[in-house]
C-alpha cells in the first residue's frame, strides 16, 4: 500500500481500521491528537498510518470519493469533471 495524504488507525471500538481526525484537544503525543472519525474514541497505540485515496477501499471506504463529490454530475468541487 502506498503513502498518501490520508491518515488512518485502528480503532478498538469499531474494531477496524477507520478515517482519523484531528482531536478537539490536541495532545502533546501526536497519535493521542488523531481520533476515530466515527466514535471519536483513541486509536489503538502504533497504528496511524497514512495511506492514498486509491487505498481506501482497501480498508473499507469504497464509498468515499463518492461521497466527496465527484463523477455524478452536479460536482461543486470545481474539478471539471460535473
Ligand atoms: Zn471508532
Redesign the pocket.
Known amino acids: 500500500m502506498a503513502e498518501g495524504p490520508i491518515p488512518i488507525g485502528y480503532?478498538p471500538?469499531?474494531a477496524r481500521e477507520?478515517l482519523a481526525v484531528v482531536a478537539a484537544v490536541a495532545e502533546a503525543d501526536l497519535e493521542r491528537t488523531r481520533v476515530?472519525a466515527?466514535?471519536d474514541?483513541p486509536l489503538a497505540t502504533a497504528t496511524l498510518r497514512w495511506i492514498a485515496e486509491a487505498d481506501l477501499d482497501a480498508v473499507g471506504y469504497a464509498a468515499y470519493a463518492e461521497i466527496d463529490g465527484c463523477g455524478r454530475g452536479g460536482c461543486t468541487s470545481g474539478c471539471g469533471r460535473g
Open positions: 480503532c471500538r469499531c477507520v476515530c466515527h466514535c474514541g
